[in-house]
């Protein structure tokens, strides 16, 4: 138990499911759409839905898009930032079946063309759960240094990631592999104990069949 | 490490160190920090608590128009010497109150142990440094002191309104401030140890029925009921009363009692105020 998650964090109230979680899922997201952020359509589930905007949901999701933290005193300003920013953001209903009642789904467009969907869980006292990734289930928590790989679902992939991890002296915390279907697409998600080099990561975009690489640091942006 | 108070208690005596230290130790092992790290990472949440006590804005409302104008309203009452309760118990009142507020008006606090009760510990603590001219790392060891308890807490029981009900985290709040209180004035382990039994025993079974599912009635008022009952917990323990049962079994009672509450009050808006006429009324604007 970390005394800091009992004593901590520092944050914009007024919950720490509702806002600070919601500034992680979209603290996290931004950072795995991996770069500038022009349009964002954020769809919200159950209580989200049913009690975000007495929480600040809303503003606290496009803060954490805009790269801000729990405790940045702009979250509540933070959707009129991104309008400054010429960011296009659009709110609705998700419909989702069977989904946890702090569930927010995010697609969201790149200045490059890159499109991401997001499902995200607050699942109580600021702690979340990234719950899918383009429509592939998976489970993680941004906590620890991680990193995101979107591959063809065929073999030797796993190896490329764990020879780069392991040449660079890196321990795996964690690794789970997700696919959509045989032979279709996959997402590896491998948390770490030490922060990944960015010449890691583009070693790893190299190879043939590696569609996108994404990195979690703790270190911010 | 340690899972329970009394294992923090006997640590203390074993290795001869204050409570707070078992605490600060076990952090340095949980997350490979050294114990510079672990005492500034303290120091910083105290201070972010007192920058969210200057910070207030007496004339903040939240976006529901149901929080907002309590602080100010007790501080003009303060001032005007008509609390009842005296000076250092009107203090702690404003600066719980006050703190509430700024929680569900979209302020930065910190969160202890949750956003809801976030004003429990510091309404106490600060009001005691200044009324006890205590130096500041005096301050950080308390909190340490406090984060123990709730640590115990978080492992054993829960700080969850939506598992445990408001005993959770109003009743821990008041439990973690009682108990650094309970330090702060000198005490024992084992006064610490009553001091957070009996605020807790104090809030043991309070609902979590939060109107329209919101941070602000009665969340915000009730913070001034858990940091009073601080003030008075750590009183008793300091006079020499102590618990009938000890606090680790206060804390699996309050597991017990969130587990057997039905879901409608346990932060879920479908029962208690959160389902009485005006309640209904005021969600429906």
């Known amino acids: 138990m970390n005394i800091f998650e009992v004593v901590g964090p520092v944050m914009v109230g007024p919950s720490s499911s509702h806002t600070a979680g919601a500034v992680k899922i979209g603290y996290i997201s931004g950072r795995l759409l991996g770069e500038p952020l022009v349009r964002a359509e954020i769809n919200l589930h159950g209580s989200f839905l ?15 898009l805009l790269g801000m933290q729990t405790d940045d005193i702009r979250i509540p300003q933070a959707l009129e930032i991104a309008e400054e920013r010429g960011i296009v953001v659009s709110f609705g209903q998700a419909i989702l079946r069977e989904a946890h009642p702090n569930t927010a789904q995010l697609i969201l467009h790149g200045r490059s063309g890159q499109r991401l969907e997001i499902i995200g869980q607050s699942l109580g006292g600021s702690r979340i759960n990234i719950a899918q990734l383009d429509g592939i289930e998976t489970n993680f928590s941004g906590e620890s240094p991680t990193l995101v790989v979107y591959n063809e679902d065929r073999p030797g992939h796993v190896s490329e990631v764990t020879t780069m991890l392991s040449n660079q002296n890196i321990n795996i915390a964690s690794m789970r592999l997700y696919r959509s279907s045989r032979g279709g697409e996959a997402v590896m998600v491998v948390e770490c104990d030490q922060e990944v080099p960015e010449s890691g990561i583009d070693w790893l975009r190299g190879f043939d069949g590696i569609r996108k690489v994404t990195y979690l640091g703790m270190t911010g942006e | 490490m340690y899972h329970s108070i009394a294992d923090i208690i006997r640590q203390s005596e074993e290795k001869s160190c204050p409570f707070w230290q078992i605490v600060l130790q076990a952090d340095m092992e949980e997350r490979g920090v050294s114990y510079e790290t672990s005492f500034a990472t303290m120091r ?9 006590d200057a910070g207030y804005d007496p004339t903040i409302h939240s976006a529901s128009g149901m929080a907002g104008g309590a602080g100010e309203k007790l501080h003009v009452y303060n001032a005007k010497g008509a609390n009842l309760c005296g000076g250092l118990v009107g203090q702690v009142m404003e600066k719980a109150i006050k703190m509430g507020e700024s929680n569900a008006c979209m302020h930065r606090i910190v969160a202890a142990p949750t956003a809801g009760s976030c004003g429990v510990i510091p309404a106490v603590f600060l009001v005691v440094e200044e009324r006890l001219s205590l130096p500041e790392e005096k301050m950080v060891e308390a909190m340490f002191v406090s984060a123990g308890i ?19 985290e109003i009743g821990s709040a008041s439990a973690m401030a009682a108990g650094g209180l309970a330090y702060l004035q000198g005490g024992s382990a084992e006064q610490i140890a009553d001091a957070a039994a009996f605020a807790l025993k104090n809030m043991l079974g309070l609902a979590c029925d939060p109107v329209g599912g919101l941070v602000e009635v009665p969340c915000i008022k009730r913070n001034v009921a858990g940091a009073v009952n601080a003030l008075t917990s750590a009183q008793l323990a300091m006079a020499g ?33 959160a389902t009485s006429p005006t309640a209904v009324r005021l969600t429906e604007k």
Do not use: F, W
Request: charged share 20%; net charge negative; hydrophobic share 40%.
């Open chain 2, 241 to 273: 009363i102590t618990s009938a049962i000890p606090v680790d079994e206060v804390i699996d009672a309050m597991r017990r009692i969130g587990n057997e509450m039905p879901s409608a009050i346990k932060e879920t808006s479908l029962g208690g105020l």
């Open chain 2, 150 to 168: 709730g640590a115990v807490i978080a492992e054993n029981a829960s700080l969850a309104g939506a598992s445990g009900g408001c005993q959770a």
């Open chain 2, 44 to 52: 910083h949440m105290y201070q972010a608590m007192k920058d969210a």
């Open chain 1, 50 to 64: 049913a009690t975000g905007d007495g929480h600040g949901t809303k503003k606290a999701l496009v803060a954490g």
